[in-house]
Nanobody, 126 residues
């Protein structure tokens, strides 16, 4: 089992930027693909971005492509999400997750992930 802790959320005006972090412990971080999801009140969990175990390949939801950037530092057991040009519709709790299988590709379905953090709230005002 792995323990994930997100940080970096907050309140920002539309057009602004935020950088989220996800620190992992309890599992060999570098072997697993990772993902960011978000969940707004009353809505289903939505895929945001994913990154392979090596960091070589990334995958984004169309709604964030060109605005968000996912990255990881395996030496620090940390994954990041740089969010630029934020919009009010980006408001949600952002959660990080680890893939079920080692050395897998990127996945957009939350069912492919078996460990989740508690989330960090991002609020974008108009």
């Amino acid at each position: 089992q792995v323990h994930l802790v997100e940080s970096g959320g907050g309140l920002v005006q539309a057009g602004g930027s935020l950088s989220l972090s996800c620190v992992a412990s309890g599992r060999t971080f570098s072997r697993y693909a990772m993902g960011w999801f978000r969940q707004a009140p009353g809505k289903d969990r939505q895929f945001v971005a994913a990154i392979t175990w090596s960091g070589t390949n990334t995958y984004y939801a169309d709604s964030v492509k060109g605005r968000f950037a996912i990255s990881r530092d395996n030496a620090k057991n940390t994954m990041y999400l740089q969010m630029n040009s934020l919009k009010p519709e980006d408001t949600a709790v952002y959660l990080c997750a680890t893939d079920r299988n080692v050395y897998s590709g990127t996945h957009s379905s939350p069912f492919e992930y078996d460990s989740w953090g508690q989330g960090t709230l991002v609020t974008v005002s108009s």
